[in-house]
């Protein structure tokens, strides 16, 4: 990594956390304690508003920001091809909100850069997402959004039908589709639903709230238990 590139870096990791310390610094930068005391020292001279001491930790005060033209290429391309996967297999709204937020960052970037954002050839094809695709992908990210339970008719794989109240929790992207994870109320019980297998989808009024055991975090803790 270039040394422009990890200083920039360094600044992001100190705006993410209140109080990092150098040996997390040079752990998450591949880099020794010692660099990182430099590099520091360094951005303090320049004019970056860090505060603290080695052995202590460094904070970055608020209000500090980079200007957003400060991008690595392969930075670009990595955001270039997050934006055209959103905008192939993604619903609308977010299709939209992915090409505004490159227009935005394309419109300040120099002419160099500007040339990778236009030329990056990593593309996302979509030719077999159907539209109802996407409808089901709107409603459910509103649905997790507003913590509102929804009623589905759903076909399992082996073709058996039924009819289940979910908490929907989670969306997840398999690369040709999206699965929703969610609490079943009839299994009484986590499970995933393919969007592609909802017959019918209706967002409820009644809202859900985090209980124990039924979150985001015990479904994502359970899966890694039994992934291992």
Excluded at 85 to 95: K, N
Excluded at 122 to 134: C, T
Excluded at 171 to 189: H, P, Q
Aim: a neutral charge; hydrophobic letters at 40%.
């Amino acid at each position: 990594m270039r040394r422009a590139d990890r200083l920039f870096q360094l600044i992001q990791l100190l705006r993410r956390k209140n109080v990092c310390t150098a040996a997390w610094l040079a752990d998450e930068l591949e880099v020794s304690e010692r660099t990182i005391y430099r590099d520091v020292r360094d951005l303090v001279l320049s004019g970056v508003p860090i505060e603290g001491e080695a052995g202590v930790g460094y904070i970055m005060r608020k209000g500090f920001d980079l200007p957003p033209l400060m991008f690595t290429e392969s930075e670009i391309e990595a955001m270039v091809l997050g934006a055209r996967v959103v905008t192939s297999y993604g619903d609308t709204e977010l299709a939209r909100a992915a090409r505004d937020a490159l227009l935005r960052v394309e419109s300040v970037l120099p002419d160099r850069l500007k040339a990778k954002v236009e030329k990056t050839p990593l593309f996302a094809p979509a030719f077999h997402i159907p539209p109802v695709f996407a409808a089901s992908l709107t409603i459910l990210r509103r649905a997790i959004d507003e913590r509102r339970k929804v009623r589905m008719a759903y076909t399992d794989g082996d073709g058996s039908a039924t009819e289940r109240v979910v908490r929907p929790i989670g969306l997840f992207f398999w690369g040709s589709t999206w699965s929703l994870s969610g609490w079943c109320e009839l299994r009484d019980d986590f499970r995933s639903f393919r969007l592609d297998r909802m017959r019918e989808l209706t967002p409820l009024r009644e809202r859900f709230y985090d209980e124990p055991g039924k979150t985001i975090e015990d479904y994502l803790a359970r899966r890694g238990e039994s992934d291992r």
